[in-house]
């Protein structure tokens, strides 16, 4: 294939190398993956017997950008000239493809069709497709084996790393929350099928939330749900019981029985209520849904693991709890629901994996390190999209070897 | 039991007899199913050997009320004297009922406790408190097994009656969209399991779209959706990967992609929607999800069959044709929705069926009389809450045997 050629980073004494970026263009959210070597040559793997490097150490970085703003994301991809091919730079350490006269990036998501001329007209670069699904699933299996504290459970506010072992990886349910809802069962490497999924995602959560609050921001919507109340928009058990739990069939009262469904009653209009509440309720709703689609789907399937990734959770205590006891509840305990340090990046990780070498075995992470992003990047940029993004601020540690 | 006593409508010559009426009092509707004798003898079943009648012919009737607005219908119970026991009144015919001192209505529904002691205070009336899910079942059960052209399905705009086979009836699943939805394995009579539900249903229906669009009532909504298209605010398929299906997981470009999902990256405020798409979106969102999670329970358990009932649905063709549709999808035409006529109308039913006598096996429906509701009412009462309904103007013609 055309791309199919050394990946090499030298000794040069530069002490910012990135390269190699590639990207998931989502309906909502542009996610970016982008290796920058280290500064020194002091922390690479040990040479082999003959002497010769067999990598380089450096760091896996997250970025995103809103798909709106995807101009944003064109002049800082262009900016810090994260693509490979066409002319060389000097600035910039690709000189093995300096020959080479098409720039390229690996991209998945919908729109990496969607904008693909967008990205030639705009920066004569070729977006390599990816397949989304492909993409999702070397990004979870990538991150469950070759991280550290990367998978957790989440359970009354409690946060709790799980040790994968490997052996004992698959089958699991993979469910990625983007603006709609992948859920795919993972049998092994390459090895998956998309069982199911749902239009109600965090698209829905925003879009709705957008709507009904006038918030401006996904974050602003999720950071508002923080001093909510849903039993104000809500409708419990309770409310229609008359305070009581209606018992005989496992309902307490403080169980949602509708959602929004107090806003049929009150004689109020949409400004009457508190954004804070209208944001809690959808949050939950839309939670708590996926959780027990999710559920349902890995019941099916005897899986007794399910992951939950995508950029929805943003590792965001009430969304993880709501989803974690959905899963415990309708699964009377049998099934658990577990989250995603890199949550977000499954996607624009298994795109980077989809550079033909190294191969994916190659790139071994050693720990995580949190790190502004910002820090490792040309600093003649100002974009803040990065900024208050619990993601787009930690990198992790890794070597790359060559393949 | 106190209340353990012959119901029976004497042949007194009054046109219009109306007596027994059930009542299921839920968190958005009142439903009220009661029952009027015919007006002549003529039309009454046979008398036995020894001359003495063996029952009674006459209509069961429905209708329903806002719960929010309940005084209305207790005005309603009261103006028409529609309960059982207490003083004797000359145009009512009770006369053998006409000792006992305490009157009272079976009712079922949270509400059945809710509103227990303003029915007490205002009406001196007792509410017969039955339960929810045994209301629901035996509604369900009788309608399927007594009355004809009661299930049909509903596919490319086309509905169809099924015929129900009796012996090959269960196992089925019940699925009854109030407020909230419940879920119910049902296995015969009284055996049943209530295995699933979702807090999104029509409470969410009419709440969010009341928050949305200002809409005075689900009936304004539901008929706004008719003229809406809901891709002025969802995210297709095709939207995200630049018009193209995504072929490869069997999703077409027209596919839903994100409920709500535009509504995040246009520049547009709520009011730049159209109310009409929104309630369109709304609908196509909750039905859509009501299926899926239906499809997937009944999967569970093996269930090839599901009934649809509850006032969400209200006959309405777009409602029925996405749950059906989605069921279809989801189940790749392995499971088929079905939809009840009497929909909302299942736990007002039971209710009305747990009177001890007659009992349930001894009300035969003999077929569906379209007819307004009104006609059989005493005539200066003035609600207009059963105009436009589609449930509210029908009546079955039946008769009611001696248990």
Redesign the interface.
Known sequence: MEHNREFEIDGNSNPIQISRLALDI???LIKLVYFSRNSGDDEDPPKDKVGVSNGVNGRLHFAKF???KINDCLEFISANKLFLGGECDSGFQHQENCTNDRRFIKAT???A????ELFKEKLDISLEKE???DCLVIGANFLLKAANQEAFTYLNGQKEFVQIDHNDLYPYLLVNI???V?MIKVDGDGKYE?V?G???????F???G???T?CQSFDELLELSHQGNNRA???L?G??????D?S???LSSTT??????????DNK??ED?KPED?SRSLLR?IS??IG??SY??A??FGLKRIFFGGFFIRGHSYTMDTIAVAVHF?SKGEAKAMFLRHEGFLGALGAFMSYESPSLDNLVVNQMVPLPVNASLVTDTNFDTLKGDLNGTESIRCSIYRA
Chains 1, 2 share one sequence.
């Open positions: 989502g309906g909502s809103e798909t709106a998501g919908g729109g069709y969607k904008f693909s397949d989304e699904m983007g603006s709609g992948s998309r199911s749902t239009s109600v995602g965090g698209g829905t925003w879009g709705l957008k709507l009904l006038k928009i809500d409708t058990v409310d229609i019981y008359g305070g009581m209606y005989k069939v496992g949602i029985a509708s959602s929004f469904g107090k806003a049929i009653s209009e949409l209520y209208i709703m708590n849904n027990q689609i349902l789907n019941l099916r309708w």
